[in-house]
C-alpha cells in the first residue's frame, strides 16, 4: 500500500472519528435537535477542509458507495474507505462514552412506531446528502465552498429527520452508538436505507442529472 493510500485512510479515520464523537456528544448533550443539526453539519465542514485533499473527506459509507456507484471511485479503495470509517464510529462511540455517558444513538419517533418509514426517510436525506456531494464536490460547482454547501445540506436534513429519525444518513454514524447501547433493533432497515439512498444518488447524479456545465 502506497503512502498517498495510507494517508487517505487515515484521514478518513480522523475525519469520521470527529464527526462520530461530535455528533454523538452533541445528541447525548440534550439540547435539542438544532444543536445537534449545527454540530454534525459544521464538524463536516471542519473535515472537508482539513482532510478534503487527502481523501475526498467521504465520512460515511454510504458517501463512499454513492462514490462507487457513479465509478468516481476504485472498488478496493472504496472498501478500504468503509472499513476505516466503520471502525472510525465505533472506536469514537466507545470515546464518547467513556466521557459523557450513554447516548447519542440515531433514533427518533418513529425508530420503534414505524421502522419502515423511519427507514425510508433515512433513506431520502442520505440521496439528498449524497446528490450534494456530487454536485459541490465531484463535479465541482460549488469549487472552494463545497465543504460548506456539503455540511450545510447536512444541517438542514437533520432538521428535517432529526425528532423522526435521528437523522443518521451514515451507516458508521448509526453502528458505532448502536453497538455501545447495545440496541441493534433498528439496524438492519437503517443500514439498508442509508446505503440504499447513498448508491441512488450516485447513480441518479452520475447518469441522469450528470455534470451540466
Request: charged share 5%.
Amino acid at each position: 500500500m502506497d503512502s498517498k493510500t495510507l494517508k487517505a485512510l487515515l484521514a478518513e479515520f480522523l475525519g469520521t472519528f470527529t464527526l462520530v464523537f461530535i455528533g454523538v456528544t452533541a445528541v447525548a448533550s440534550n439540547q435539542g435537535v438544532l444543536v445537534a443539526a449545527l454540530a454534525h453539519g459544521l464538524v463536516v465542514v471542519h473535515a472537508a477542509y482539513s482532510y478534503g485533499h487527502l481523501s475526498g473527506a467521504h465520512l460515511n459509507p454510504a458517501v463512499t458507495l454513492g462514490l462507487l456507484a457513479g465509478g468516481k471511485i476504485a472498488p478496493l479503495t472504496a472498501g478500504l474507505y468503509m472499513v476505516v470509517q466503520f471502525v472510525a464510529g465505533i472506536v469514537a462511540a466507545l470515546v464518547a462514552n467513556g466521557l459523557v455517558g450513554p447516548g447519542g444513538q440515531t433514533a427518533g419517533a418513529l425508530t420503534t412506531s414505524n421502522i419502515a418509514a423511519a427507514a425510508i426517510f433515512e433513506g431520502i436525506l442520505t440521496f439528498v446528502l449524497v446528490s450534494v456531494v456530487f454536485q459541490a464536490a465531484v463535479f465541482d460547482k460549488a469549487g472552494k465552498f463545497a465543504g460548506l454547501a456539503i455540511g450545510l445540506t447536512l444541517v438542514a436534513c437533520i432538521l428535517a429527520g432529526g425528532t423522526y429519525t435521528g437523522a443518521s444518513l451514515n451507516p458508521a454514524r448509526t453502528l458505532g452508538p448502536a453497538l455501545v447501547a447495545g440496541d441493534l433493533s433498528y439496524l438492519l432497515p437503517y443500514l439498508l436505507a442509508i446505503f440504499g439512498g447513498g448508491a441512488l444518488g450516485g447513480l441518479a447524479q452520475t447518469y441522469i442529472v450528470g455534470d451540466q456545465r
